[in-house]
């Protein structure tokens, strides 16, 4: 009657446990909202890329985008993962937590200045480079520290991905980057003119939850294709960059595994070539649940709501994108509920703040809760303070055990910068 789509997750006699921590008593500690992840999903996750890489040289960078939790990134770090950063603050934040800067790459179409300085004194292994004015202004910075700096240039291979628009880089005219046509070219000018860079890698990522095997193909086809004719202008390239986008299951989705995507990209990369790939969902999607609280039910019309104590400040994505979680009731316990549909709402001021729509779930009373799953990527790490709503804790279980990996805030953290001025 219930189904549930995370693997940790399971009910024992009618409680949601995850791994073998029973949520309900999480909840009475730390109360809701309340995001929870699994330690060993994660690191089944990492360790089944590994795997499908092995045979190759290769370097396994988690798109910290999906998760910059200290804790989610220590265990990274413990497995000898790297780290794709977007912004200094995620550079500051993988660094602190011990993630070696040689396993470092930076993309993102924005770098300031600042961002540059930072990343070149800490000796990163890659900048992705997305323009010409970035390319420019890295030689600059380079050249003011008297250092060659290694780069790739991001290329967008142009191909579509059957994913939601929002999430789709590769794709043509998006501000991602160079233009597969202008690649050649690009890499003249960065050859000639950018003496304080050494060109050593290609790097292409062409959206995300993506869940078919053909658009990774075609752009791997035709980024390979790219290194040939690079290395006629005496170009030579040693890294490729595949990027991370590879889908993960909400509902009733079929994506490729790793091992079968790898095994694919395989046929098409030369083997001279070291192979870095970006996974962020992937690594940490199911791997976490967001727990809430329902406060109140209310009937408007013939529709039913549930309204509860998390909101799109905790969870966006079904509001930025439309995108499906599973809801599930925390426990199941009770003799025989009757079961109703109803559109899972939060206390946020916008008619776009739900959770879910439309969801046939037992006629739960107030004050118990429902389990949000598949949130470990990009849910915590897009939460905001709107409405001045603080953010939820966040727990780590490992086995029988949990711990609290970011406490929760209050009133006086979402205050305390303005009462400093
Ligand atoms: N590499 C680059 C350069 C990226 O921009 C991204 C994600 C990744 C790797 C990781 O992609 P993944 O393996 O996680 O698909 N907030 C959206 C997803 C945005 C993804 C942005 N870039 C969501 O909630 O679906």
Redesign the pocket.
Known sequence: MINLVTPKLNYKNGLLHFEEVNLCSLVTTYSTPLYVYSRNQIVENFLEYKKALNKRKHLICF?V??NTNYQVLRIICSLGGGA?VTSGGELYRVIKAGISPKKIVY?GVGKTKEEIMFAIKNGIFLFNIESKDEAILINTVAKSFRKKVDVAIRVNPEVSTGAHYH?S?GEEGTKFGIPIDELIEFARYILYECKNLNLIGLHY?IG??ICLLKPFVDAAKKVVKEIHKLSQIGVKIKYIDI????GIRYKNERPPTPQSLILRLFEIIPEELTIIC?????IVGNAGVLITKVLYHKKVKNKNFLIVDASMTDLI?PAF?G?YHNIVPLSVNREQLTMNYYDVVGPVCETSDFLGKNRYLPDIPNGEYLVIETVG??GFV?SSNYNSRCRAAEIMVNGKQHYLIREREDYKDITKNEYKC
Do not use: F, N, V, W
């Open positions: 798109a985008k999906a794709d993309a999430i880089t990522h995300s939850q990027g991370g986008g590879l970006e996974p962020g969902r992937y994505r994108y995108a990527a990009y897009m």
